[in-house]
């Protein structure tokens, strides 16, 4: 069997099994090539290089078996791979912290976020940090700037750490533990937040592949607004003058207008479209907090 018919038959396996997707790819072949090529140990860009290549026996039953694994456990594949990757960068997972996937991470490739920052940009604040990836990718994209990075779970914390590490960034990110912005210390020019924000309804139905990672990270409360009610009353005292926001949200841009109909904010688009990343000036914080 070669590689490509190997990793197409365990795209019908998955498709079959009716596993959900959105832990990194959205598609059964794309999750597929991803477990199959990790195993057999071939980087996955190689795929067109490596698509006609016989796969002996035993590696093909080992590949199978670990598409057998995703099917019965549910598991996202990057806790699977203890692997996953975001803007081409690889980050450690594993079940203490969320699998990253942040679409903020596109907007600091992309340089949208730097019209909004100078050459006085000198602290960034990841809040939510989880498995430390966007404050990795902040220091990476902005060499000038330290970057401090806040998580209540020290689980995910310790994740944080393997990566900071692991990138040789110790030096240039902090990791803090606390809830919210109780740790933060002083003002940033640049606050990114992937926090909980998921609504209690879509707790109820998540997929199981979303029930394995920490409900910490995704419960937001009945309308997915209670981290960033808080977030957004605190936000002014921690930004510098001309420091800026930028807030994911996911699908739950109607219960955000609902809870601050007054509040202008800038929609930042991504791949996801135009209603899951926002951007919020402290002028903008200034006066949501003095219409309270
Ligand atoms: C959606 S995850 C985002 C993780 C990471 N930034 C990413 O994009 O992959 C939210 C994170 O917020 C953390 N968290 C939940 N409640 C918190 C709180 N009150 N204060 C600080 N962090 C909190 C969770 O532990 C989790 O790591």
């Known amino acids: 069997m070669t590689l490509l018919e190997l990793i197409e038959a365990q795209a019908a396996r998955l498709h079959e099994a009716g596993v959900s997707f959105g832990h990194g790819t959205t598609n059964a072949f794309d999750e597929a090539a991803w477990l199959v090529m990790w195993k057999l140990g071939i980087p996955l860009e190689a795929l067109d290089e ?10 093909a039953d080992e590949a199978q078996a670990l598409v057998q694994e995703r099917i019965v456990s549910r598991k996202p594949a990057a806790y699977l791979t203890g692997e996953a990757w975001l803007q081409g960068v690889p980050f450690y997972v594993d079940e203490r912290s969320i699998v990253p996937r942040s679409f903020i991470a596109e907007l600091i490739a992309d340089a949208t976020i730097d019209a909004w920052l100078s050459d006085e940009t000198t602290r960034v604040l990841d809040l ?3 498995n430390g990836s966007l404050a990795v990718l902040a220091a990476m994209a902005w060499p000038e700037v330290s970057v401090d990075a806040i998580d209540l779970s020290t689980d995910a914390l310790a994740v944080a750490r ?21 740790p933060a210390d002083g003002a940033y020019d640049l606050i990114l937040c992937n926090p909980p924000y998921v609504n209690s309804a879509s707790m109820g139905v998540l997929p199981l592949e979303y029930r394995a990672e920490p409900e910490l990270a995704l419960a937001g409360g009945e309308d997915g607004m209670d981290f960033i009610r808080q977030l957004l009353a605190r936000a002014p005292d921690h930004l510098t003058e001309h420091g800026v926001l930028v807030l994911e949200i996911g699908n739950e841009r109607a219960f955000f207008e609902a809870a601050f109909p007054r509040l202008e904010a800038a929609w930042l688009e991504t791949s996801a479209g135009e209603d899951q990343v926002l951007l919020l000036t402290r002028s903008a914080l200034m006066a949501l907090v003095a219409a309270r």
């Open 162 to 182: 393997i990566n900071v590490d692991r990138h040789a960034l110790a030096a240039r990110i902090r990791l803090l533990q606390g809830d919210g912005l109780a």
């Open 50 to 59: 490596h698509a006609s290549d016989e796969v002996p026996a035993a590696a």
């Open 128 to 130: 939510c940090t989880g």
